[in-house]
T-cell receptor
Framework: EDKVVQSPLSLVVHEGDTVTLNCSYEVTNFRSLLWYKQEKKAPTFLFMLTSSGIEKKSGRLSSILDKKELFSILNITATQTGDSAVYLC?????????FGKGTHLIIQP | EAGVAQSPRYKIIEKRQSVAFWCNPISGHATLYWYQQILGQGPKLLIQFQNNGVVDDSQLPKDRFSAERLKGVDSTLKIQPAKLEDSAVYLCAIGNRELFFGEGSRLTVL
């Protein structure tokens, strides 16, 4: 059974701080790893990673994948209150798309 | 970006009652998914359709849950009878590698 573990489960930081969210996985027939941001509604797509060591970047968010150590990180620099959300990591493998429990990030003003 | 409309947005029922959710992909897409997201957890796949056919329903509690996709477009998910532990948000998604989610249907079972 495919497994995705995210850490920390929750994180509270101040505006302007930099945060790193972690995602480790055990997946049969790995195809890709995806990051989503979920506020009060549906998850919205952030990144898809398929190759090790290639950083994906979008504004203040960036992510990288290590297929040898089976993990990914999501970095957010200069955090803003609008970054407060649950960040979900999901891995596409033999069992389809398996999600972790998410990291609940709270940015305090 | 693909759009996915879901209804109803909220539903409150008593245990042992029935409920149905609808998913209407605004843009046509061959692959459609239903996920269950319990509070504090990540989404869990219930069923995956490819056009009209079921690709994976291994985690669907078939004694009470059923789903269909007519004409390879819209889909319905039904729960009959509902249990307390079915309280969750039911998310419909489309896509192949990147999934695009609808806003979900929040079910509360009392």
């Amino acid at each position: 059974e495919d497994k995705v573990v995210q850490s920390p489960l929750s994180l509270v930081v101040h505006e302007g701080d930099t945060v790193t969210l972690n995602c480790s996985y055990e997946v049969t027939n790995f195809r890709s790893l995806l990051w989503y941001k979920q506020e009060k509604k549906a998850p919205t797509f952030l990144f898809m990673l398929t190759s090790s060591g290639i950083e994906k970047k979008s504004g203040r968010l960036s992510s990288i994948l290590d297929k040898k150590e089976l993990f990914s990180i999501l970095n957010i620099t200069a955090t803003q209150t609008g970054d407060s959300a649950v960040y979900l990591c999901a891995v596409l493998g033999a069992d389809g798309l398996t999600f972790g429990k998410g990291t609940h990030l709270i940015i305090q003003p | 970006e693909a759009g996915v409309a879901q209804s109803p947005r909220y539903k409150i029922i008593e245990k042992r009652q029935s409920v149905a959710f609808w998913c209407n992909p605004i843009s046509g897409h061959a692959t459609l998914y239903w996920y269950q997201q319990i509070l504090g957890q990540g989404p869990k796949l219930l069923i995956q359709f490819q056009n009209n056919g079921v690709v994976d329903d291994s985690q669907l509690p078939k004694d009470r849950f059923s789903a269909e996709r007519l004409k390879g477009v819209d889909s319905t998910l039904k729960i009959q009878p509902a249990k307390l532990e079915d309280s969750a948000v039911y998310l419909c998604a489309i896509g192949n590698r990147e999934l695009f989610f609808g806003e979900g249907s929040r079910l509360t079972v009392l």
